[in-house]
């Protein structure tokens, strides 16, 4: 490691006291790993015998779709997850980034009570109290914090949100919009591009804009006509090759989540974004998992210049912290080409999902709340940022992703799925990501010490694989 890199990473991590650094397992003049955590304190293999059973049993009913340790959570609570054995654990995968305010949080377990008290679904022959309070909500926030083009100043752009119940019925929509306004400039308009390593969703729709042999191969034929272009690739010949005048629609993660937590370059996307301008494409952002605040600001790509901006965002997983919904956000002009009965849904929408989101994209955009998550993601950028100078034989140089969607990238494509395991057996949960990588997608209101434990965890585990490889 390089004396220079060396004094950054020191000087990165100088806002400790010594105390705390002494805690932590390392002097702040000395890089050390934190070693309080090399013994296992929750094997997977310790499960009560009613659990076994259980898991024996319910096997022969569920559909075998997932590989799962032999764990069962019975309650949550922040970023606690209690096991039946009533073991906790310090959940770093937010339910796939959902629980944004954390686990049974006493204000949305209050609207969930009083809302399905007095009435839950009516459907959408008629109006509800709620889903146009959210969709203001959105159109508003995402006004004042930036995004969607939308200008704070002036309100000649607006938005327009359809409600539905999960990440890849938003995806699913907003590909049939792209093709709907498609056809108001020609009947063949109508090809869609996607980009390498990208994950949004699973339908016939996303998932033939999901370009991954492991999902697609099993269920080809996909969709036709999609095309799919490399993540981040600068070379405008190629952008302007693959974006044509046939091209409808242009699907984007302006930060891969599922695919391994790439950022998407903002000179890239500008030049994507122009391209879809000059051939009158609509350009989404699937801002699903890297959306709602999780990056820092209420999107990913608020504060990028307006030109780079998308005509459609698709979110989903937090925005009602755990309970079922998604949502499409569209530009005034492009859903001007909406009519009645193009689209629909018989949940989305509903009044009990849509009093939850109201009061989730209020807590989350509440300044006080930002302030706060913005020095915790701070705080936990600085101890990330120390994982490659300590362990150079195993972590690539580099630190993916930025707010609280990070991604720690290994130079051996076996190891993501050991550090998950390893940090399991010792009570912190962790996600892998595209096949080089774990992922960090807490909860946004963790604290300071939450990642000051998650990231020994981590430290001890990586000290463990390192000491093995
Ligand atoms: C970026 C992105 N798009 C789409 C989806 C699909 O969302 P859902 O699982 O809610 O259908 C996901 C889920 O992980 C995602 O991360």
Redesign the pocket.
């Known amino acids: 490691m390089s004396a220079p890199r060396l004094l950054r990473l020191t000087r990165a991590t100088r806002g400790f006291t010594p105390a705390r650094a002494f805690t932590r397992g390392y002097a702040t003049s000395e890089l050390k790993p934190n070693l309080s955590y090399l013994e296992p304190t929750h094997p997977d293999s310790v499960v009560p015998a009613s659990t076994q059973s259980l898991i024996t049993d319910h096997s022969e009913y569920l559909l075998n779709t997932y590989v799962r340790p032999p764990l069962l959570f019975t309650h949550g609570k922040g970023l606690t997850l209690t096991d039946s054995s009533g073991r906790q654990y310090l959940d770093f995968t937010a339910g ?1 980034a959902v629980t944004a305010l954390g686990h049974s949080d006493d204000g949305v377990n209050k609207i969930i009570s009083e809302q399905s008290s007095k009435i839950s679904h009516a459907s959408n022959i008629y109006w509800n109290e709620w889903a146009g309070e959210l969709a203001k909500s959105l159109v508003e926030k995402t006004r004042q914090h930036g995004g969607l083009g939308l200008s704070s100043t002036s309100k000649k752009e607006g938005g327009k949100v359809f409600f539905s119940n ?4 938003a ?1 699913e929509g907003a590909l049939k919009f792209a093709r709907a306004y498609g056809k108001t400039i020609s009947e063949d308009k109508t090809g869609i591009v996607c980009f390498t390593n990208a ?4 339908s016939m729709g ?1 998932l033939s804009v999901t370009p991954n042999p492991k999902y697609q191969a099993p269920f080809a034929p996909l969709i036709p006509g999609v095309r799919v272009g490399e993540y981040n690739d600068t070379n405008v010949e190629k952008i302007k090759e693959l974006i044509d005048e046939k091209t409808c629609g242009v699907i984007v ?1 302006p930060i891969q ?2 695919g391994g937590v790439g950022e998407g370059k903002r000179e890239w996307l500008e030049l994507v974004a122009k391209r879809c301008r000059e051939v009158g494409a609509v350009l989404i952002y ?1 801002e ?2 890297c959306g709602l605040f999780r990056s820092g600001t209420m999107w990913a790509h608020s504060e990028f210049p307006l030109e780079a901006q998308p005509d459609i965002v698709t979110m ?2 937090p925005l009602s912290n755990g309970f079922p919904i ?1 949502a499409i956000l569209v530009r005034s002009s492009i859903a001007a080409t909406i009519s009645p009965g193009m689209h629909g849904t018989t949940f989305g929408g509903q009044p009990l999902a849509t009093a939850i989101g109201v009061h989730v994209i209020s807590r989350l955009s509440d300044p006080t709340f930002l302030k706060s998550m913005k020095s915790v993601s701070k705080h936990l950028d600085d101890l990330i940022k120390r994982l490659p100078v300590l362990f150079p034989t195993l972590l690539k140089d580099e630190i993916r992703g930025r707010g609280l969607i990070r991604g720690i990238a290994f130079k051996d494509e076996t190891k993501p799925g050991e550090l998950v395991r390893l940090a399991r057996e010792r009570g912190v949960l962790l996600l892998t990501a595209g096949k080089d990588a774990v992922r960090l997608v807490p909860a946004l209101v963790v604290t300071e010490e939450e990642c000051d434990k998650a990231m020994g965890v981590i430290e001890s585990c990586l000290h463990l694989m390192a000491e093995k490889a």
């Open positions: 796939i999960s990440g890849t019925e995806n994950f949004h969703g699973r996303a993660e989540g599922e699937d699903i998992q989903a997983k998604g």
